[in-house]
């Protein structure tokens, strides 16, 4: 996660909104796309306090919901570019909608925040022209019979659509346990679905009989079909040999998206190391990739042990399979050059393509 420094030298992190020691604005600033405070220089305007900005701005309009730590310029449209990315949102009328909004929208933030300090696809323009990347969030309806209709979290055609109530823990735990899932969060679905999205939009353009040779020829085999006999017969016995989960079993595009989401984990978990220096690890594109997984999962098992002294699931495996990690390699290698994963490009480039309507309420 994104840590940083508040003006007066205390440590701020990703989803605060104020210094708990100088009372500062604190937020993401949509012109340098940095973790940073603000000065109030107006009744309504702040300065950016990173030395290389200083930009003048206000507040993203789905700040006074709670739903957004970011800042914007004046000019700009009233939405940050994160926010942006939100064609449908939750009636906010519902109060218990408004936290489960901000859930949904924190973790899409950080994963959003996440690819762009990768430079990781998609980034081409013909793949935002064709499908650009969009996100709703749904909450279930009822028919005029009572009947409720289901919403049903997935990736269409550059839309992400997540059940509202996965931002509900209780429902969330309970739908972990009947599906038997070690862990099910908000930052994994984003992670998954938009594996989804990079799988279909990117990668099978560019390096489909690679994509064919890691994970399987993803028409080969019906995914209807392939769906139904997963649901049916469950997945193989040995799975944990050769795949990150048992879900990963049931097709070549599932495969290629849950590693997808355990690739942006351990990443996450690396660089927070780094930054606490509790080690150095190696994020950049030239890294070695059977070093990395081997360092990043040293700290996995400490931190799943500070988990277990608090009756609480561990965080990752304690070991992958080579044959995952040669996987996670083929991903890591479709990361863009222009960044170490400590650092910003110099252009975030994902950005180019959000959607610019105003965003529909359910």
């Not at 650009?132 to 309806?141: D, G, I, S, V, Y």
């Not at 679905?193 to 019906?222: C, L, M, R, T, W």
Request: glycine share 4%; with cysteine.
């Amino acid at each position: 996660m994104k840590i940083s420094e508040c003006q007066c030298g205390n440590r701020i992190f990703f989803n605060n909104i104020q210094c708990l020691a100088c009372e500062r604005t604190i937020g993401l600033c949509d012109c340098c796309h940095s973790l940073t405070s603000f000065t109030k220089s107006s009744d309504n305007t702040y300065q950016c306090d990173q030395k290389n900005c200083g930009k003048e701005v206000v507040f993203c309009s789905n700040r006074t919901a709670a739903i957004c730590n970011s800042m914007i310029l004046p000019e700009s449209t009233q939405l940050c570019h994160w926010c942006e990315f939100t064609s449908v949102h939750p009636d906010t009328s519902q109060l218990e909608n408004i936290q489960r909004w901000a859930e949904l929208e924190r973790a899409k933030r950080q994963l959003l925040f996440q690819l762009e300090w990768l430079d990781f696809p998609p980034y081409l323009g013909e793949t935002g022209a064709e499908f650009p990347l969009e996100f709703q969030f749904l909450a279930p309806q009822t028919d005029d019979t009572g009947k409720q209709i289901p919403v049903y979290t997935g990736h269409a055609n550059g839309v992400i659509t997540i059940n509202l109530m996965e931002a509900d823990r209780v429902f969330r735990e309970r739908t972990r346990l009947e599906l038997n899932e070690p862990q099910r969060t908000l930052i994994g679905h984003m992670r998954h679905e938009i594996g989804h999205y990079i799988d279909i939009f990117y990668i099978q353009k560019v390096a489909a009989e690679k994509y064919a040779e890691v994970f399987g020829d993803p028409n080969a085999v019906s995914y209807g079909d392939a769906k139904d006999l997963y649901y049916k017969q469950g997945a193989p016995d040995n799975w944990a040999e050769n795949y990150v989960s048992a879900y990963a079993t049931m097709h070549p595009m599932e495969d290629m998206a849950e590693t997808m989401n355990v690739y942006l984990d351990l990443i996450s978990i690396a660089r927070t190391a780094n930054v606490f220096h509790y080690s150095k690890i190696d994020i950049s594109p030239r890294a070695n990739i059977d070093k990395f997984v081997q360092d990043t999962l040293k700290v996995a098992v400490v931190v799943s042990e500070f988990n277990s002294d608090l009756g609480l699931m561990p965080l990752l495996p304690e070991q992958l399979p080579q044959s995952v990690v040669d996987k996670i390699g083929f991903i890591h290698s479709l990361r863009g050059s222009n960044s170490n994963g400590d650092s910003p490009p110099t252009r975030p480039r994902f950005f180019f393509h959000r959607k610019k309507a105003e965003p529909q309420v359910q």
